[in-house]
Nanobody
Framework: QVQLVESGGGLVQAGGSLRLSCVTS????????MGWFRQAPGKEREFVAR????????YVADSVKGRFTISKDNHKSTIYLEMNSLKPEDTAVYYC??????????????WGQGTQVTVSS
């Protein structure tokens, strides 16, 4: 099993920045890719970004490209989501996820509890 704990969410004004963290524990060595997803009220869950533990290969959704950056710290078993130029439409619960396979936006095996991000206009 792999445990994921997100933190860093909060309330921010439009144009502001936040940095989300996801600390992993357990059998982290069994995972290949880590992802960030978000779900706004009344909407389906949306893929945001992905990074691989080995090589740090990233993939970022077009909707946030240029504003959001995903990164990792292997020693801390932690991934981050740096969010800049935030917009009200970025308001959502943000989830960290882990996959044992080289996936991009689907088929994740483990999920965190989520952290709320609210962007005011």
């Amino acid at each position: 099993q792999v445990q994921l704990v997100e933190s860093g969410g909060g309330l921010v004004q439009a144009g502001g920045s936040l940095r989300l963290s996801c600390v992993t524990s357990g059998r982290t060595f069994s995972t290949y890719a880590m992802g960030w997803f978000r779900q706004a009220p009344g909407k389906e869950r949306e893929f945001v970004a992905r990074i691989t533990w080995s090589g740090g290969i990233t993939y970022v959704a077009d909707s946030v490209k240029g504003r959001f950056t995903i990164s990792k710290d292997n020693h801390k078993s932690t991934i981050y989501l740096e969010m800049n130029s935030l917009k009200p439409e970025d308001t959502a619960v943000y989830y960290c996820a882990a996959s044992k396979r080289p996936v991009v936006s689907t088929d994740y095996d483990y999920w965190g509890q989520g952290t709320q991000v609210t962007v005011s206009s």
